[in-house]
């Protein structure tokens, strides 16, 4: 089945400190969706993006998309430690249009 | 308005024991997935539901596990046979379109199952 790495597994920053976590897959995607849960909650929805390329921001997140649909990123600048938490990147691809493979997901700490 | 509810949040039984997981989804959603989450992993894709029908249920792991929608609703995780290995959180989400458009899934919080 289709695959979804996700590097570092974990992150520690300093307060202020940038951070990014990285996702690729072997095959091309449909679309990416990236969520965060934090510690003892549930994923909740950030993004998706869908074509190509593409880069959107929230505030201080960036998000962007492989060219070939292979792979993401999620950049936050200036950390805060309101952004603890498990970041996922979650793939449509392989022939489905619903089904989302999670990565193993990025836990980000922030010392204050 | 209110988002997806999963009951119990909690269940710890014991192994060989039968047990039943709800999820309400978002009114008006007709999708729902349930997913499995063990500790340091991902959400692992178990069944999809669009309306009453499962439209695809293959990540459910072997015949022990069933899930149901019969009012295109609600839906029940059922577990027969509960073996440690089950042990995880469950969790339920909803999206408000079907296969034809991507869109966000919205997760309840998930229920703890621990079995002994």
């Known amino acids: 089945g289709q695959q979804v790495m996700q590097i570092p597994q974990y992150q520690h920053v300093q307060e202020g400190e940038d951070f990014t976590t990285y996702c690729n897959s072997s095959?091309?995607?449909?679309?990416i969706q990236w969520y965060k849960q934090r510690p003892g909650g549930h994923p909740v929805f950030l993004i998706q993006?869908?074509?190509?390329?593409e880069v959107k921001k929230q505030k201080r997140l960036t998000f962007q998309f492989g060219e070939a649909k292979k792979n993401s990123s999620l950049h936050i600048t200036a950390t805060q430690t309101t952004d603890v938490g498990t970041y996922f990147c979650?793939?449509?691809?392989?022939?489905?249009?619903?089904?989302?493979?999670f990565g193993k997901g990025t836990l980000l700490t922030v010392n204050p | 308005g209110a988002g997806v509810s999963q009951t119990p949040s909690n269940k710890v039984t014991e192994k060989g024991k039968y047990v039943e997981l709800r999820c309400d989804p978002i009114?008006?959603?007709?999708?729902l997935y349930w997913y499995r989450q063990s500790l340091g992993q991902g959400p692992e894709f178990l069944i999809y539901?669009?309306?009453?029908?499962?439209?695809?249920d293959s990540g459910l792991p072997n015949d022990r596990f069933f899930a149901v929608r019969p009012e295109g609703s609600v839906s029940t995780l059922k577990i027969q046979r509960t073996e440690r290995g089950d042990s995880a959180v469950y969790l339920c989400?909803?999206?408000?379109?079907?296969?034809?458009?991507?869109?966000?899934?919205?997760f309840g919080p998930g229920t703890r199952l621990t079995v002994l």
């Open positions: 539901f669009q309306g009453t029908g499962a439209a695809d």
């Open positions: 979650a793939a449509i691809g392989g022939g489905s249009n619903y089904k989302l493979t």
């Open positions: 095959t091309t995607l449909s679309n």
């Open positions: 009114s008006g959603h007709t999708a």
């Open positions: 993006l869908v074509k190509s390329g």
């Open positions: 989400a909803s999206s408000s379109k079907g296969p034809s458009s991507y869109n966000e899934q919205f």
